[in-house]
């Protein structure tokens, strides 16, 4: 366990609907980010908080947003959901910034769009 | 970010140490070097990272060579929990895990 909590565990929505993916870092990590995994292929980066500001994002369209709140937790926002968007989203807490730092991962949340 | 090089799939047999091999030939002086695994359906797990000096924790070693270019993670006495994809994953200055195709590690009984 990691201390990295991750809610729903699994939702279901339609083509174009809105959704909303939460995350609670392990005590002490002020550093959030987000990955979506397909079926069969490796965790993509989707983007990175630290304190509440977005440091780095990765190939991903505007569409993906996200937050961080005062007390580290997260969200990910994903609006006009596409068939494609099925996945497992991850989230990685660690302390800090830097090539230094471990991230410690979630249990994921599975999003299936139909 | 270094591009890192493994083979898709591995076995090793129950009670045996699993030498899981890794090439990152164009990484950086300032770049580390991270082990995850996952197990189906769940989060990446950290196993250890290193620099430039062999490291080892409670869950492995990680012996790094002299020029960089390559380092294998070692897990001592692979139990059948060890079975799972393995990714070697070079750190560079974005902060992102990239993560590869991985390795599958099977272990057999």
């Known amino acids: 366990e990691t201390g990295v909590t991750q809610s729903p565990t699994h939702l279901i929505k339609t083509r174009g609907q809105q959704v909303t993916l939460r995350c609670s870092s392990q005590?002490?990590?002020?550093?959030v980010s987000w990955y979506q995994q397909a079926l069969g292929q490796g965790p993509q980066f989707i983007f990175q908080?630290?304190?509440?500001?977005?440091?780095g994002r990765g190939n991903f369209p505007p569409r993906f947003s996200g937050l961080q709140f005062p007390n580290y937790s997260s969200e990910l926002n994903v609006n006009a959901l596409e068939l494609d968007d099925s996945a497992l989203y991850l989230c990685?807490?660690?302390f800090g910034r830097g090539r230094n730092n471990e991230q410690f991962f979630g249990p994921g949340t599975r999003l299936t769009v139909l | 970010d270094a591009k890192t090089t493994q083979p898709p799939s591995m076995d090793c047999a129950e009670g045996r140490a699993a030498n899981l091999p890794c090439n990152h030939s164009?990484?950086?002086?300032?770049?580390?070097v991270y082990w995850y695994r996952q197990i189906h359906s769940q989060g990446p797990q950290y196993i250890i990272h290193?620099?430039?000096n062999n490291e080892t924790n409670e869950m492995a070693s990680l012996i790094i060579t002299e020029d960089r270019k390559s380092s294998t993670l070692i897990l001592p006495h692979a139990t059948l929990r060890d079975t799972a994809v393995y990714y070697c994953?070079?750190?560079?200055?974005?902060?992102?895990?990239?993560f590869g195709t991985g390795t599958r590690l099977t272990i057999i009984p």
């Open positions: 908080y630290y304190r509440e500001e977005e440091n």
């Open positions: 164009t990484i950086s002086g300032n770049e580390y």
């Open positions: 005590s002490g990590h002020n550093t």
């Open positions: 290193g620099l430039k």
């Open positions: 994953i070079v750190l560079g200055g974005n902060e992102k895990l990239t």
């Open positions: 990685a807490s660690s």
